[in-house]
């Protein structure tokens, strides 16, 4: 089975930081999504990568996936107070199911808490 | 456009208790999906429904935990008989389809079995 697993677990940044949290894969990504969630709410979607190598930008969040597929990094640039939350990286769990049609079971890591300070 | 609703929010039962858990998806949503997130842990998937289908329910504890989504659109898990280690949040996501579409969730429902 697929395992994922993200670092660091926990980050405290001044406002004004820039920060990268990081996704590693045991096996070939063939979707990565990253997910924002914050204390008691349900998760918020950010990003979809598929590509090696791709990279999107949403606002001051880059998200890239490596050439190999098998990490990915989020970056804030930046980080203000409302970027603290927990961020979660989910895969996509079987590249011939998801052809298929036949499902998206999401695999996700135990995230990473980020808090940002004033 | 109204997300996926989830109720109750929050829930504390004895241990042996049952309990059940309602969600509704996105209206025009194929996909619904039930995880569970223990504390400190990301979610991980109980069941997956297309339309009122099963798909994918191998990692959901049969002996205790139920789910069915009739006619397609609202979906009900049920926990009988409730144990200590079922305490965490469940939540509940819908999506177009069952393919690489991107998963909104709803703000899910703590547990918590004493």
């Known amino acids: 089975s697929q395992e994922l697993e993200q670092s660091p677990q926990s980050l405290i940044v001044q406002e004004g930081k820039n920060l990268t949290i990081n996704c590693t894969s045991s096996?070939?990504?063939?979707?990565l999504y990253w997910y924002k969630q914050k204390y008691g709410e349900g998760l918020i979607f950010l990003m979809m990568?598929?590509?090696?190598?791709e990279e999107k930008s949403h606002e001051k969040i880059t998200a890239k996936l490596d050439e190999k597929k098998q990490q990915s990094s989020l970056h804030i640039t930046a980080s203000q107070p409302s970027h603290a939350g927990i961020y979660l990286c989910g895969a996509d769990g079987d590249s011939e199911v998801i052809l298929t049609g036949g499902g998206n079971k999401l695999t996700f890591g135990t995230g990473t808490q980020l808090k940002v300070e004033l | 456009e109204a997300g996926v609703a989830q109720s109750p929010r929050y829930k504390i039962i004895e241990k042996r208790q049952s309990v059940a858990f309602w969600c509704n998806p996105i209206s025009g949503h194929a996909t619904l999906y039930w995880y569970q997130q223990i504390l400190g842990q990301g979610p991980k998937l109980l069941i997956q429904f297309q339309n009122n289908g099963v798909v994918d329910d191998s990692q959901l504890p049969k002996d205790r935990f139920s789910a069915e989504r009739l006619k397609g659109v609202d979906s009900t898990l049920k926990i009988q008989p409730a144990k200590l280690e079922d305490s965490a949040v469940y939540l509940c996501?819908?999506?177009?389809?069952?393919?690489?579409?991107?998963?909104?969730f709803g703000p899910g429902t703590r547990l918590t079995v004493t």
């Open positions: 096996k070939t990504l063939y979707g």
């Open positions: 996501a819908s999506s177009v389809g069952g393919g690489s579409y991107e998963q909104y």
């Open positions: 990568l598929q590509k090696g190598g």
